[in-house]
């Protein structure tokens, strides 16, 4: 198993920046991919960015593009979502995932943590 912990969320101001943070523990060898996905009330979860633990860039859902950067610190079995000029849209509970294959679809991540509500005001 694989338990990912999130933490970095709260409110800011539209225009604001907010920094996600994801922890891997456990058997973290059989990951290669991770991810973060957001919901908002009364939607679909939604794809927001993904990067290989591996090696290489981020890629993003084009509503974040520009805005938002994904990283990782494989030292610290740790990804990064560094959001900047945050909208009121992009207020939801932001969920960190992690699987074995690359994938826009949440249904193609075995682990998820548990949440961080992400509110921008306006």
């Known amino acids: 198993q694989v338990q990912l912990v999130e933490s970095g969320g709260g409110l800011v101001q539209a225009g604001g920046s907010l920094r996600l943070s994801c922890a891997a523990s456990?058997?973290?060898?059989?990951?290669?991919?991770m991810g973060w996905f957001r919901q908002a009330p009364g939607k679909e979860r939604d794809f927001v960015a993904a990067?290989?633990?591996?090696?290489?860039?981020?890629y993003y859902a084009d509503s974040v593009k520009g805005r938002f950067t994904m990283s990782r610190d494989t030292t610290k079995n740790t990804v990064y979502l560094q959001m900047n000029s945050l909208k009121p849209e992009d207020t939801a509970v932001y969920y960190c995932?992690?699987?074995?294959?690359?994938?826009?679809?949440?249904?193609?991540?075995?682990?998820w943590g548990q949440g961080t509500q992400v509110t921008v005001s306006s």
């Open positions: 456990g058997r973290t060898f059989s990951i290669y991919v």
């Open positions: 995932a992690a699987g074995a294959l690359h994938s826009r679809s949440s249904s193609a991540y075995d682990y």
């Open positions: 990067i290989s633990l591996s090696g290489g860039g981020g």
